[in-house]
């Protein structure tokens, strides 16, 4: 090969880089090592974490089973090693699961459109905000302080150079739910979008159709964030919203502390142009045979640069598949099934639990640890192999000694009595 | 001649709503353990759906034809070279998917105790200093979730680096030759872009450069060795210029697989860049995505570095979330973990010296590429190549032929073409980075493709326009999608 291109030796084709930029040492990486030393690296640091614990931990992952057949799936190589589909004629695979994908999120959510995934929850909200002040023209976005803690963050992360400032609205102390009148208040001639999320970060699922009628009332979209997919299942969906913004890791996505997850982008069609990130659409080959392929690319920023709806380019597409396989082996009756046995499991469990709120909750809910602290508690159940609940004064000073509790499919009888029996200790 | 592919059987498969029958599921839940509750009377009526409409109903089984099905109607690095340019479309290997798989690992919350998550936080910590290792930066943050969010989170704190200063200036300069993350990142973080032409030999031009460079600019946004394959040879002077005015330089590592034990951005002035580990770390393209796209910072960009930041105290590692002149999260959490695990494995696979082999690998592979085929086709810029080259379909547009026809014909040879008509400073760009992946023999069945179909144009173009017509899905008519669009399937 060397022959071929006119070299003698390998370095011989960087003779062009200046000496000054040349690293002249190896790397201080230690030497490569065998396969069977990186699983047992790798296994050895998954011990270091909480191997075999029980855990009630959600607020904005949760702890779903898994079917197999989604690893299934998606190790196949065909998926796992594709790139994006921009060549329809080898990528109908791809593309007709985004497009599979898109149309099952709009009937999850009760949308027209949905985008093929966007990074994750807490990144698609400051997506839909922009979007939502490019489709009514005014920049002020009011935020419910009942939307998860970091989601916000992340907002004011991306708004704080766009000339859009964000501000935030309250919640009722008894119920946990949208302080509606405070956000009567606050929303003006220049608010663009509300952004609420139900169930909320508390657990309450929240009044929408009042919270949109308020938006509309005043002109502005209303941004509905969900961050437990599977709530779905059961709740009715968000159709007075104006874009959907949510996390679909309940789907088959495992926790892996964090990410990688997917979010999504749904909307009206009437603001379909306005959408970030890609979207599949169908069409027809030469033959006349149906084939879909990625489309309105002048919205992305490949094509329209500075002008781009979003600099979003690499998104989440098998993490989306994920979620995919995930929602046609439960399918229609298997995922309202699922969300019935969460509702169950927290029900249980809160039964025996003094509650903070007195609003309306799915698998979630915040409970009063009484004279000790949340971290007292937390203590308790660690001695008996249980991660509790999320101290809720890291993100609200005001609800000290609280935690937000959450129960899932997987969380097994004798461990919810255990919980049970901590508390009333 | 087509010597990789043969026709074979695939099967046709509607859409999953199509196929659908109702009451059937693929999955079965274990019997509750605790009494049912009834939904529209803790919920409350109006809040409970009656179904979800449309939903698919289909057995197991019938799932699992369905994706395999699908599959085969993709290509995949697995079936062979995918050759396109700047995406580093390198082997994915599977040791990493099990590790990533691991329970301990796999399952962690990321609100669990920190004492309880000592090993996924020693995994993040140690690629955090082996990544500011390999570019020779200060520290690194892993919780961008892509290359383009890294972007953002480096011009992030540029901007708050400057403002700290008094000024956050107003515009950043951006190659005309850069992805089109770079200028659509620019905006997100509120700067003007104003565009560098490059030169003959398609580098910088670093005479109207420095004119351009004044107390307005931020900062420069470079790739390099840029998208043209060619190192930008005077960086360390591109790098003076705009420090000389108070901007920084950020530098695109999208490129990254081209420098990898062989010269260090870090070195070469670069403040802050970020790495696709999707691309030089060989985590898997999936499709689209998930990538992540970790950020490096030289020291005076730290306090800017966003929250929370990963720290070892004598016994532990723990994570900080006071840091007053941070610019912020960029995404909930700390990252795309799972991503971390896998480049970590493909790193210790390799070692110091493996990661410098690859470098030499995919870079003997692209000169050998540009070597054979530079007598078929026009390459319009005579710089060295470092990872990837780039021709011009110039001779071929004579036979009305364009580059995205070639790339079409490739497909019908049993390859994935290169990238089309990018960058966009050469007229009917065909880009092509084969990485250190492929042995000579797929190389050179890649490149008797092209020439044979270099001789196809010469003699029968129609055929090439047509392309391609082997694969079960011919050319798709992408103008009526875009002009009627139809996003979701219907009843």
Not at chain 1, 236 to 260: C, K, N, T
Not at chain 2, 93 to 113: F, S
């Amino acid at each position: 090969m060397l022959s071929a291109i006119g070299a003698t030796k390998l370095e011989d084709l960087f003779s062009h880089l200046p000496a000054e930029v040349r690293l002249n040492r190896p790397l201080a990486i230690a030497p490569g090592k065998s396969e069977y030393e990186i699983v047992d690296y790798f296994r050895a640091r998954g011990e270091e974490n909480a191997n075999g614990f029980a855990s009630f931990l959600g607020a904005g992952v949760y702890h779903h089973y898994r079917p197999v057949l989604v690893d299934t799936v998606v190790s196949r190589g065909e998926f796992l090693t594709s790139y994006t589909p921009y060549q329809a004629e080898i990528a109908q695979g791809t593309l007709t699961t985004i497009f599979e994908f898109q149309t099952m999120i709009c009937q999850l959510t009760g949308m027209e459109v949905a985008n093929a995934s966007m990074y994750d929850g807490s990144t698609a909200v400051p997506e839909a905000a922009m979007m939502a002040m490019r489709v009514t023209g005014r920049d002020r976005i009011l935020v419910s302080r009942t939307v998860h803690p970091e989601y916000r963050e992340v907002l004011l992360t991306y708004a704080q150079h766009q000339g859009m400032p964000v501000s935030e609205f309250g919640y009722v102390s008894d119920s946990g739910a949208l302080d509606l009148a405070d956000l009567e208040s606050k929303i003006d001639k220049e608010t663009a979008a509300i952004i609420i999320q139900s169930p909320n970060f508390f657990g309450i699922v929240e009044n929408v159709k009042q919270a949109a009628e308020i938006a509309h009332k005043h002109g502005a979209l209303l941004i509905f964030v969900f961050a437990e997919a599977v709530s779905l299942g059961l709740l009715e969906p968000p159709r007075d919203a104006d874009i959907v913004a949510g996390e679909l890791q309940s789907f088959a996505i495992s926790p892996v502390y964090g990410g990688p997850f997917a979010g999504i982008i749904a909307t009206k069609e009437k603001y379909m142009r306005q959408i970030p990130g890609r979207l599949v659409g169908e069409t027809k080959d030469t033959r006349g045979n149906r084939a879909f392929c990625l489309t309105l690319a002048t919205r992305e920023q490949h094509i329209r640069r500075e002008k781009a709806t979003s600099n979003i380019c690499t998104n989440q597409a098998l993490i989306a598949l994920m979620a995919t396989v995930f929602m046609t082996v439960y399918g229609k009756e298997g995922l309202r099934e699922l969300a019935q046995q969460n509702l169950a499991k927290a029900h249980y469990l809160s039964g025996r639990l003094p509650l903070r709120f007195s609003g309306p909750f799915f698998n979630e809910f915040v409970a009063s640890t009484g004279k000790r602290t949340a971290d007292q508690v937390n203590q308790a159940l660690l001695g008996k192999q249980i991660i509790g609940g999320l101290a809720l004064d890291r993100f609200y000073p005001e609800l000290k000694n609280t935690m937000l509790l959450c129960a899932t499919e997987m969380s097994q009888r004798a461990k919810l009595d255990a919980v049970a029996e901590v508390f009333a200790q | 001649m087509i010597k990789k592919v043969r026709q074979h059987i695939n099967q046709n498969e509607p859409l999953l709503f199509e196929n659908s029958s109702p009451g059937k599921r693929g999955y079965q839940l274990p019997p509750l353990d605790v009494p049912t509750v009834d939904a529209a009377s803790v919920l409350g009526a109006a809040n409970t759906r009656a179904e979800i409409e449309g939903f698919p109903e289909v057995s197991e089984v019938e799932a699992i034809r369905h994706f395999t099905r699908l599959s085969t109607q993709n290509y995949a690095i697995d079936l062979g070279l995918y050759p396109l340019g700047s995406c580093t479309m390198k082997y994915n290997p599977r040791v990493n998917e099990q590790v990533a798989r691991i329970e301990g690992l796999a399952w962690a919350h990321p609100y669990q105790p920190e004492s309880l998550s000592q090993g996924i936080l020693e995994v993040m910590g140690t690629l955090e200093t082996i990544l500011a290792e390999i570019t020779g930066m200060d520290a690194v943050t892993l919780q961008p979730a892509a290359g383009a969010h890294g972007e953002f989170t480096g011009i992030l704190m540029i901007r708050a680096l400057l403002e700290a200063q008094g000024n956050p200036r107003k515009k950043l300069l951006i190659p005309d030759s850069a992805h089109g993350t770079n200028p659509a990142t620019a905006t997100m973080a509120g700067y003007k872009v104003e565009n560098i032409k490059s030169n003959d030999r398609g580098m910088v031009d670093v005479e109207s450069l420095a004119r351009a460079v004044d107390e307005d600019v931020a900062a420069l946004m470079i790739t390099n060795p840029n998208t043209l394959g060619v190192f930008e040879e005077n960086i360390t002077r591109i790098a003076e210029i705009l420090h000389a005015k108070g901007a920084q330089v950020y530098m695109d590592g999208a490129n990254m697989n081209a420098l990898v034990g062989v010269a260090r951005p870090g070195d070469f002035g670069i403040d802050v860049m970020h790495l696709n580990l999707h691309k030089t770390f060989s985590t898997p393209h999936g499709g689209g995505g998930p990538g992540s796209g970790p950020v490096a910072v030289k020291k005076h960009l730290i306090p800017f570095l966003p929250t929370p930041r990963l720290e070892r105290t004598a016994d532990r590692w723990t994570w900080n979330y006071d840091r007053p002149q941070s610019v912020g999260r960029v995404r909930a959490f700390y990252g795309n973990i799972g991503m971390h695990i896998r480049a970590l494995a493909y790193i210790m696979a390799h070692g110091g010296d493996g990661l410098r082999n690859a470098t030499l690998d995919a870079v003997l592979n692209a000169n050998y590429i540009r070597a054979l085929i530079q007598p078929y086709y026009d390459l319009p810029h005579q710089a060295p190549t470092m990872h990837e080259c780039v021709f011009s379909d110039e001779r071929q547009t004579k036979q009305g032929v364009h580059t995205g026809d070639i790339a079409k014909r490739l497909i019908d040879y049993g390859f994935h073409p290169y990238t089309v008509s990018f960058p966009l400073i050469v007229h009917g760009a065909m880009m092509i980075e084969p990485t250190e992946t492929e042995s000579k023999a797929e190389l050179d069945l890649f490149v008797d493709a092209l020439i044979s179909i270099a001789a196809e144009i010469d003699q029968n173009p129609e055929l090439v326009l047509k392309a391609p017509h082997h694969t079960r899905t011919t050319r798709v008519d992408e103008v009526t999608a875009a002009r009627k669009p139809i996003v979701r399937w219907k009843p």
